[in-house]
């Protein structure tokens, strides 16, 4: 993916934010992600199935993350991680939304004082 | 509910089932079992959410595919066109020559029997309909019958463009 395609493809909407966050820790499979969603958005963002899967198939696609059957499971169940790609540009997503905080701050700061 | 969810799931492209369709339907089970011990009103919530995810997911997958065909037939040949190997057939030109001589002729057929009656109209015998009445009348159908028939050939080519994609996309390199 070349850098104006990461750059277009920002900022990333709040499903897919919360699946690479859920994916940057470790691997996760597939209702790992659901749950992990879920918590960490405390109940607000609830993926349906269908939209996770649509949301993996596009991030796959764009080689963000990569999936790869997991050991020690019954059936050999799919997992997913991310890639150097999807790590680059997740921390280019965290850099841009700290840069808006940070601006935030100090304008609201402003207008109070 | 399980039963519903895998024909939603089978819903989506075929391409896409065999990726996902087992993995969707195993995350489905888990969700399905985890909630059962849960109120009724949150399973139905979760129900309704499972059952608009996956029939709009399925569409989004379909147009997604749609628009990749299409998109990778512009690219091979550099201008939106139909498929290249589609052509009509040659006889089409005589069939269509043969139509255009017919119509000449019943219109100078026309012409020759409108001059060797009188002018003058002969008294009506009988109630005739407006001609309005009767256009207005037939119009719909044949308007909606015209669509139906464009409909019908726009599906057959659409259907003939995918299958002839699907078949080079499933070659082997070898075969190619």
């Keep these: 993916m070349s850098p104006n395609a990461i750059i277009e493809s920002l900022p990333l909407t709040e499903p897919v934010l919360l699946i690479l966050l859920s994916l940057a820790g470790q691997p996760q499979h597939g209702y790992a992600i659901l749950k992990d969603v879920e918590r960490m958005s405390s109940g607000r963002v609830l993926l349906s199935t269908g939209t996770l899967y649509g949301a993996l198939r596009r991030l796959l696609d764009d080689d963000w993350i990569e999936r790869f059957e997991e050991e020690e499971t019954p059936r050999g169940r799919q997992a997913y991680r991310l890639t150097s790609q999807g790590r680059r540009n997740l921390q280019l997503e965290i850099d841009r939304m700290k840069h808006i905080t940070r601006l935030a701050s100090l304008r609201v700061a402003r207008g109070e004082s | ?176």
């Design chain 2, 1 to 176: 509910m399980l039963n519903l969810y895998r024909k939603l799931v089978h819903l989506y492209p075929a391409e896409y089932r065999e990726v996902f369709g087992e993995e969707m339907l195993a995350v489905l089970a888990q969700e399905n079992e985890n909630s059962a011990r849960g109120k009724l009103i949150d399973r139905g919530r979760l129900f309704f959410r499972e059952i608009r995810g996956l029939a709009g997911g399925a569409v989004r997958e379909h147009l997604r595919i749609a628009f990749r065909i299409q998109n990778e037939l512009s690219f091979a040949t550099g201008r939106f066109t139909m498929r290249n190997g589609f052509r009509f057939p040659k006889t089409t030109i005589v069939f269509m020559l043969l139509i255009l001589g017919g119509v000449l002729t019943a219109i100078k057929r026309g012409e020759d029997i409108a001059s060797s009656v009188p002018n003058a109209n002969p008294p009506l015998t009988v109630h005739v309909q407006s001609v309005h009445s009767i256009l207005l009348g037939g119009m719909p159908l044949f308007f909606a019958l015209f669509y139906a028939a464009g409909l019908i050939g726009w599906a057959i080519l659409f259907a003939l463009r995918r299958s002839g994609v699907h078949r080079l996309a499933g070659m082997s390199t070898e075969q190619k």
